[in-house]
């Protein structure tokens, strides 16, 4: 493959338009000359060649988060940079009907990475897509879309919405009848011999890195096989493409190593599950500092911070049902395991629903609110922006912590219903059903996610309720066990 660039810079209103020839060849012969005025194309044109890539994966998720891709011969790279790539939208979970199905994948050049599992002789690079109607219109229903139009209102407001996700996972075998179980015996920060992740880990961390991720630390999670990796945070947007990106790679290399990795969030019954903490803060667009610092107020959270955790906390109950977005997600949001079930907040406590962490009070950089009950079966775009949104509205509205819900020096768990009931405490919805109750009564919620994903969202969940109750019909116990439906619908797809 060869690369012939031209560039005629035009300047109008200070913005410097660049104008690029590209002309790639196959086996010797040219096959075709693209004008764009993406001068990105040279650049990755020329990576292409660099690395032998042969394949160009597509990637996008639907509504539910799940991963998707189609993949083109690199020879149409620049065509897709500059026209996207067709597909039928009526065959995504959460997308167009049959009668409206034409849709455009946009790749954004910025996530261009080389994924590290391919043969070499196979090279196969992939981007992150935004989904487009015909014509180039935003599709409304793009998870991807639906977080920077959640952005795009803090960036109004003057702020940066930055973002630092726990994903915690599961590491399982599977014998030869289909039974799963934990590929170790390990507990929290265990080494080998009981910590027989550390092979999975190493490898899914040399791919992170590949592909851009900072990893910050790793170890065995408190559950026997469950392992967490955590990495760098990042703008919003940015964060969550690598949360899609950190999935797909621990997948791919516990699969090289023999076993399954599973962001379920709840495998087995009687142990933690996975959660997806997300650390949150606002940096001002205009002088780059941390809205939520005040080197004066206690233990430096500004008022800012504290609004924006009063709105997480408003709107907590109708946030479950996007940010824990299962049936077995309720399995692991109940009390003894860790998991937030008390609509809470506190400084450094885990057991309350929003934490700030307390490790530098003075730094100005590390003041952020951690919102725990989200899980690892998130949509991580949809999750960012009904956050953010739900933060918002607590800046905007000046949404005040109520003092009894500050719960420092208490663990929540050990509060009986009538602590709980004097201090103002609050409970999350203890099944899907609930969250989705709460969701349809929460218009800013609503308005985060849009009305055409809302009421999708609210269907697709409460057709799977309804298969769900259809399963366990006739079986009280269903809710003390993980059963073989939760199995079969989330260890592999989530």
């Known amino acids: 493959m060869s690369v012939k660039k031209t560039v005629h810079c035009i300047i109008s209103d200070k913005t410097i338009v660049q104008k690029t020839e590209i002309t790639i060849k196959k086996r010797g012969k040219k096959m ?205 947007l940015e964060a969550a493409d690598k949360s899609i990106t950190y999935k797909q790679a621990t997948k791919a290399m516990a699969v090289q190593l023999g076993m399954y990795a599973t962001f379920m969030p709840k495998p087995y019954y009687g142990e933690n599950g996975s959660g997806m903490h997300v650390h949150q803060s606002l940096f001002a667009v205009d002088t780059g500092k941390n809205a939520f610092y005040d080197a004066s107020a206690d233990s430096s959270l500004s008022d800012v911070g504290k609004w924006y955790i009063g709105g997480l906390l408003k709107h907590a109950k109708a946030l479950t049902a996007v940010v824990a977005p299962t049936i077995n997600s309720y399995k692991r949001l109940v009390p003894g395991y860790e998991a937030p079930v008390y609509i809470s907040w506190a400084f450094a406590n885990r057991s309350a629903l929003v934490r700030v962490p307390n490790y530098h009070p003075n730094l100005e950089k590390a003041i952020r609110a951690e919102f725990r009950c989200p899980d690892v079966s998130c949509n991580p775009y949809l999750a960012y922006a009904v956050m953010l949104s739900a933060g918002l509205d607590g800046i905007k509205n000046q949404i005040e912590m109520p003092e009894t819900l500050n719960c420092t020096g208490l663990n929540v768990y050990d509060l009986t219903e009538q602590d709980l009931a004097d201090r103002g405490i609050k409970t999350l919805p203890g099944s899907l059903t609930e969250a989705l109750n709460e969701l349809e009564k929460d218009t800013v919620i609503k308005e985060a996610l849009g009305e055409y994903t809302f009421n999708l969202y609210l269907k697709l969940k409460r057709a799977e309720v309804a298969e769900y109750e259809e399963f366990v019909k006739g079986d009280p116990d269903h809710k003390q066990k993980i059963t073989q439906w939760e199995i079969d619908k989330y260890l592999i797809r989530v």
Request: contains cysteine; hydrophobic residues 40%; charged residues 25%.
């Open 32 to 236: 075709k000359t693209i004008e764009t005025n993406t001068e990105k194309i040279a650049e990755l044109a020329a990576l292409a060649e660099k690395h032998n890539v042969k394949f160009l994966r597509l990637q996008f998720v639907d509504i539910f988060g799940t991963l998707k891709n189609v993949a083109i011969p690199i020879t149409h790279v620049g065509d897709s940079l500059t026209n996207g790539t067709g597909f039928d939208g009526s065959s995504i979970k959460g997308f167009t009907p049959i009668y409206d199905s034409d849709m455009i994948a946009m790749p954004d050049p910025n996530t261009w990475a080389i994924l590290p599992w391919r043969p070499k002789e196979l090279t196969t690079a992939r981007m992150i897509c935004d989904i487009m109607r015909p014509g180039g219109r935003p599709f409304e229903g793009d998870p991807r879309y639906i977080l920077k139009r959640a952005i795009k209102k803090a960036t109004d407001m003057g702020y940066n919405f930055l973002t630092g996700p726990e994903l915690e996972f599961f590491l399982v075998r599977m014998d030869n009848g289909g039974c799963m179980s934990p590929m170790d015996s390990g507990g929290y920060f265990d080494m080998m011999p009981m910590d027989m992740g550390t092979d999975v880990r190493r490898a899914a961390i040399l791919a992170m890195e590949d592909f851009g991720l900072e990893i910050e630390m790793s170890h065995h999670e408190v559950a026997p096989g469950q392992h967490e990796i955590d990495f760098r945070y990042a703008e919003a």
